[in-house]
């Protein structure tokens, strides 16, 4: 398994086939399709076709996905980490992390997750900006996001349809003054 970047406490990797199951669950969990956009399951032929094309680079496939795992147990994956809408010419993706399992949430794995992506981002993709939306309810994601430097941009009133009513969104963004 090769890693691709960590600290001392996370590390973000390619997919692994090992990882079906772990996706499986993840995209077919209705309590986030709202966060993902999903509007029906995914198959497991599908999913394995997306690891099995997942070693394209992100200038090919405008996206890339992590796997977040501890360090002291790298085969274990507790969530994910997304860029998409990579944008070459304007150097900029916007962000998406899930930490799956509510047993591994409010363990600082998203913090960490999201501090080695961003040191990623700036440093080696040479990024100028990432971006990310987030619903207006969900303080524990605008929290997340604002203690890592993110600043609110934008607000999409009314964005999200849910089964019971529409949502305002959130826009923000992190600069790279470097």
């Known amino acids: 398994m090769k890693l691709l970047v960590k600290n001392n406490s996370v590390q973000l990797r390619g997919l692994e086939p090992e990882d079906l199951e772990f996706l ?7 309590e986030i399709w709202n966060v993902s956009n999903t509007l029906a399951p995914y198959s497991k032929y599908i999913l394995r076709q997306y690891i099995e094309n997942s070693h394209h680079d992100i200038y090919t496939n405008k996206q890339l996905r992590l796997i977040i795992s501890d360090t002291e147990k ?8 997304d860029l998409f ?15 799956h399992d509510e047993a591994n949430r409010r363990k600082g794995y998203a913090k960490e997750a999201l501090k080695v992506l961003i040191k990623y981002c700036f440093k080696h993709l040479h990024l100028h900006q990432l971006y990310c939306n987030i619903a207006i309810d969900n303080c524990q994601s605008i929290s997340l996001f604002e ?5 609110k941009c934008g607000e999409k009133t009314e964005w ?6 529409y949502k305002t969104e959130l826009m923000f963004q992190l600069v790279n003054k470097n």
């Open 24 to 30: 499986y669950e993840c995209e077919n969990n209705p």
């Open 74 to 81: 790298p085969e274990v994956a507790v969530g994910a980490i």
């Open 85 to 99: 809408d990579f944008d070459p010419y304007h150097l900029r993706a916007g962000v998406g992390i899930l930490v």
């Open 147 to 151: 203690k890592a430097g993110f600043v």
């Open 160 to 165: 999200i349809k849910t089964d019971e009513e």
